[in-house]
């Protein structure tokens, strides 16, 4: 049981490109988060997913993507990448019943 | 709408001195209140967790209980070790919502 994993764990970027960081969980969670983690901000929510096939944005999605097109995966993409997002990104997932969300090990992206 | 405020960091310890790190929300109804803990170079993990009110979560040490009058779940553990040095966030997520809001974090260092 890996849990929660993420790839890759560490990128950079230059302006303008574009990458797509993977999310997988082997729980059978429905519900699946992006965060960023900024210093002195705490983790602040990109988009989540509610289930296969469905996305919401969180409170900060401008300049990100996300699919959920199975169960177990959840991307997120960068399409023009700039240096604000330059930051460490978690993946989180939930069960529906349950209130607690199980964390990734993180990718720390820098954008040059 | 709901937020956590948690007091700043750093804090620097020496071994087995007493840990507080104080939290309060705001939040409408009766949130889940939660702390996790980030070890260096990892994900987050769930340390400890409450419910309902006057619930007291505890986990390797450390206590928080859920204080509904004083919109409070303040950290406590009585003898820290180096190995607990980590930042740690507190977090709630709100009876009728399933996303996390996150506090800012509070780093923590144990002293040899």
């Known amino acids: 049981n890996a849990g929660v994993t993420q790839t890759p764990k560490f990128r950079v970027l230059k302006t303008g490109q574009s990458m797509t960081l993977l999310c997988a969980q082997d729980?059978?969670?429905?519900?699946m988060y992006w965060y960023r983690q900024d210093p002195g901000m705490g983790l602040r929510l990109i988009h989540y997913s509610v289930g296969e096939g469905t996305t919401a944005k969180g409170e900060v999605p401008d300049g990100y993507n996300v699919s959920r097109l199975k169960k177990q995966n959840f991307l997120l993409g960068l399409e023009s990448a700039a240096p604000s997002q330059t930051s460490v990104y978690f993946c989180a997932s939930r069960m529906t019943s349950g209130d607690t969300q199980y964390f990734g090990p993180g990718t720390r992206l820098t954008v040059l | 709408g709901d937020s956590v405020t948690q007091m700043e960091g750093p804090v620097t310890l020496s071994e087995e001195a007493f840990l507080t790190i104080n939290c309060t929300y705001t939040a409408t109804g009766y949130p889940s209140l939660f702390w996790y803990v980030q070890y260096p170079g990892e994900g987050l993990q769930l340390l400890l967790k409450?419910?309902?009110?006057?619930d007291k979560g505890s986990n390797k040490g450390f206590e928080a209980t859920y204080r509904k009058e004083t919109t409070s779940f303040h950290l406590e553990k009585g003898s820290v070790q180096v190995s607990d040095s980590a930042v740690y966030f507190c977090?709630?997520?709100?009876?009728?919502?399933?996303?996390?809001?996150f506090g800012a974090g509070t780093t923590v260092t144990v002293r040899a």
């Open positions: 977090a709630l997520t709100p009876t009728t919502d399933y996303k996390l809001s």
């Open positions: 409450a419910t309902k009110a006057d």
């Open positions: 729980m059978n969670h429905e519900y």
